[in-house]
């Protein structure tokens, strides 16, 4: 079945620092790829996704590389800031449609001054 | 344009008995999903519903069951409540099935089982 690994956290950056979530994924077919970011006590904020090998989902300065041939989607930001400090989990959709996510296990990051 | 609403946001229930989530999706949105949220098991899934039917299942019990109603809205409901059900119910909206589309998460609903 699909699944999805992804790095261990926490993660600990001084502000301005560049960040970077290994994210390796699993599954049969060809499926989207996600990553979601969730603030204390709130629900899951799609921060960008890719459909496609070779694709670059970015958001709010956020990056990841849709990479086929090494089965990875790993999020990259260049310059972190304390109000990036959230949990982030990568995230796999189905090859065939249908909205059933699989989730790696989140990465917690805290941006400190 | 509202966001993805969820009934109530916490709720403690004792041992055995039943409970019932509700959510009420995107104006517009067909297909809601939900999942269970703790920190030993992370994010699962539990089912997803689109018109009205359910299209995908996770590995739950036969104790967690949904539904979805022709205005689209969710509820599901986990009967003979168990200490481990304790866990953040989180309820997706998306406008369809296709592959891509994006799920819009709702804030939660904390079930507290004691």
């Known amino acids: 079945g699909n699944s999805v690994t992804q790095m261990e956290g926490p993660v600990t950056l001084s502000e301005e620092a560049f960040l970077t979530i290994n994210c390796t994924y699993t599954?049969?077919?060809?499926?989207?790829l996600f990553w979601y970011v969730q603030y204390p006590g709130e629900g899951l904020q799609l921060l960008l996704k890719?459909?496609?090998?070779?694709d670059k989902g970015s958001n709010k300065g956020f990056e990841a590389t849709y990479r086929k041939e090494t089965t990875s989607f790993h999020l990259e930001k260049g310059s972190v800031q304390v109000s990036d400090s959230a949990v982030y989990f990568c995230?796999?959709?189905?090859?065939?449609?249908?909205?059933?996510?699989?989730f790696g296990t989140g990465t917690q990051l805290k941006v400190e001054l | 344009k509202a966001g993805v609403t969820q009934t109530p946001r916490y709720l403690i229930k004792t041992r055995g008995q039943q409970v019932t989530l509700s959510c009420s999706p995107i104006?517009?949105?067909?297909?809601v999903s939900w999942y269970q949220q703790t920190p030993g098991q992370g994010l699962q899934f539990l089912f997803e519903?689109?018109?009205?039917?359910?299209?995908n299942k996770g590995n739950f019990p036969g104790r967690f069951s949904g539904r979805q109603f022709s205005n689209s809205r969710s509820e599901m409901n986990v009967s003979t409540l168990e200490l481990g059900d304790s866990a953040l119910y989180l309820c997706?909206?998306?406008?369809?099935?296709?592959?891509?589309?994006?799920?819009?998460f709702g804030q939660g609903t904390r079930l507290t089982v004691v």
């Open positions: 997706a909206s998306s406008l369809v099935q296709d592959r891509g589309t994006e799920a819009f």
């Open positions: 599954a049969t077919g060809y499926p989207s």
């Open positions: 890719a459909t496609k090998a070779d």
């Open positions: 995230a796999l959709g189905r090859s065939r449609g249908g909205n059933k996510l699989t």
């Open positions: 104006s517009g949105h067909r297909s």
């Open positions: 519903y689109f018109s009205e039917t359910q299209r």
